[in-house]
T-cell receptor, first 116, second 117 residues
């Protein structure tokens, strides 16, 4: 079984400030980890993912995340927030043992607000 | 990039009627499609996994007879909410995987907002 914990439901930052969204996971096997962004009334867009290899993963829109096995974490960061970053962010872990049917387990999401 | 089209984007229906939601992969063949339900300000809850030409696999607690899933082709899966009730009102999202392994990305539709009156 696997799970994802995203502490807090809302993060507010000023435009230009650092964005840090926390994600901790639990998995019985080496995980595949993902961050998705959701804008209102839309589906999810993949920001970045960690599968194997380099633990610092760069994604779209200037976001990056670092896989830390010792801390079971995969926190999402962006050096400088932009107003367009305001959205809902979901961390997810994949059960890769099921091939094409492998499923994503999502955290409950964090709403990011960006103040002008 | 790969596009998943979900239709309709919004639907309002009366209690007791059925509603069909379509999920299409426009430029790729989807070996596997997933259906999620999302309540306001909450995470996505996986309802079922569907593979082309076979019965869907439902998650625990999801009523098969209420949420009928058909994956008739490699580009189309449908979710039918039968005998809808107000508590079925929610945001339904589909996703599709293009290849037969866990490493291929999931592409999400834009969701369907269902309101049952």
């Amino acid at each position: 079984a696997q799970s994802v914990t995203q502490l807090g439901s809302h993060v507010s930052v000023s435009e230009g400030a650092l964005v840090l969204l926390r994600c901790n996971y639990s998995s019985s096997v080496p995980p595949y980890l993902f961050w998705y962004v959701q804008y209102p009334n839309q589906g999810l867009q993949l920001l970045l993912k960690y599968t194997t290899g380099a633990t610092l993963v760069k994604g779209i829109n200037g976001f990056e995340a670092e896989f830390k096995k010792s801390e079971t974490s995969f926190h999402l960061t962006k050096p400088s927030a932009h107003m367009s970053d305001a959205a809902e962010y979901f961390c997810a872990v994949s059960d890769r043992g099921a091939g094409a049917n492998s499923k994503l387990t999502f955290g409950k999401g964090i709403t990011l607000s960006v103040r002008p | 990039g790969a596009v998943v089209s979900q239709h309709p984007s919004r639907v309002i229906c009366k209690s007791g009627t059925s509603v069909k939601i379509e999920c299409r992969s426009l430029d790729f063949q989807a070996t596997t499609m997933f259906w999620y339900r999302q309540f306001p300000k909450q995470s996505l809850m996986l309802m079922a996994t569907s593979n082309e030409g076979s019965k869907a696999t439902y998650e625990q607690g999801v009523e098969k007879d209420k949420f009928l899933i058909n994956h008739a082709s490699l580009t189309l899966s449908t979710l039918t909410v039968t005998s809808a009730h107000p508590e079925d009102s929610s945001f339904y999202i589909c996703s599709a995987r293009s290849q037969g392994n866990y490493n291929s990305p999931l592409h999400f539709g834009n969701g369907t907002r269902l309101t049952v009156t």
